[in-house]
């Protein structure tokens, strides 16, 4: 088992940026995909983006180019930057290792990061 603990996220404007980040027990995103995924109360938690071998990356179609996912093996962290966000984003962001790029999440998750989007 990996323990994740992301963080970064917080209150910011309609139009503004956040930048998340997960920082893992030990060097999973260099064996595994990493990525990004939120939820709302009442809704399915769903993929924000992920990354994979060959820094291949699959974003969701409600980032817009919008976010940027990256990672640093040699830190073990994994990292979104969130640009222009709406109101829609509002959600808590989920960091998740030990997946396969195309198949299910991993079985590792983080706590979660609550953002939210409000003027």
């Known amino acids: 088992q990996v323990q994740l603990v992301d963080s970064g996220g917080g209150l910011v404007q309609p139009g503004g940026s956040l930048r998340l980040s997960c920082a893992a027990s030990r060097n999973i995103f260099a064996i595994a995909a990493g990525g990004w995924y939120r939820q709302v109360p009442g809704k399915q938690r769903e993929l924000v983006a992920r990354i994979g071998g060959r820094d291949m990356i699959t974003y969701a179609d409600f980032v817009k180019g919008r976010f940027t996912i990256s990672r640093d093996n040699a830190k073990n962290m994994l990292y979104l930057q969130m640009n222009s966000l709406t109101p829609e984003d509002t959600a808590v962001y989920y960091c998740?290792?030990?997946?396969?790029?195309?198949?299910?999440?991993?079985?590792?998750w983080g706590e979660g990061t609550q953002v939210t989007v409000s003027s």
């Open positions: 998740n290792g030990g997946g396969v790029l195309g198949g299910p999440p991993g079985r590792d």
